[in-house]
């Protein structure tokens, strides 16, 4: 079992930044690709990035290329999501998810998952 608990989410206007946080537990978290999925109210929930252990496999979706970074922490046991320049269309619940896949794109790909954080950004 692994545990993923997601925070920093919240209120921001247009143009300003959050960074998110996925604190892992559990099974050896240096087995997992981490992934940071997102879904908006009446939509279906899209992988925005991940990241492997060692960080050589790293994925953005095109609509965050240039303005979300996503790195990890393997002593801490943490994945973190800088958002940048961020846009109303980035509203929506933020999830982390864990995978043992080699290139997880789909969300069936990954195994655990957190309750979720709210970002939302206003025009």
């Known amino acids: 079992q692994v545990q993923l608990v997601e925070s920093g989410g919240g209120l921001v206007q247009a143009g300003g930044s959050l960074r998110l946080s996925c604190a892992a537990s559990?099974?050896?978290?240096?087995?997992?690709?981490i992934g940071w999925f997102r879904q908006a109210p009446g939509k279906e929930r899209e992988l925005v990035t991940f990241?492997?252990?060692?960080?050589?496999?790293?994925y953005y979706v095109d609509s965050v290329k240039g303005r979300f970074t996503i790195s990890r922490d393997n002593a801490k046991t943490t994945v973190y999501l800088q958002m940048n320049s961020l846009k109303p269309e980035d509203t929506a619940v933020y999830y982390c998810?864990?995978?043992?896949?080699?290139?997880?794109?789909?969300?069936?790909?990954?195994?655990?998952w957190g309750q979720g954080t709210q970002v939302t950004v206003s025009s």
């Open positions: 990241i492997s252990w060692s960080e050589t496999r790293i």
């Open positions: 559990g099974r050896t978290f240096n087995n997992y690709i």
């Open positions: 998810a864990a995978s043992r896949g080699i290139w997880p794109i789909g969300r069936y790909d990954y195994e655990y």
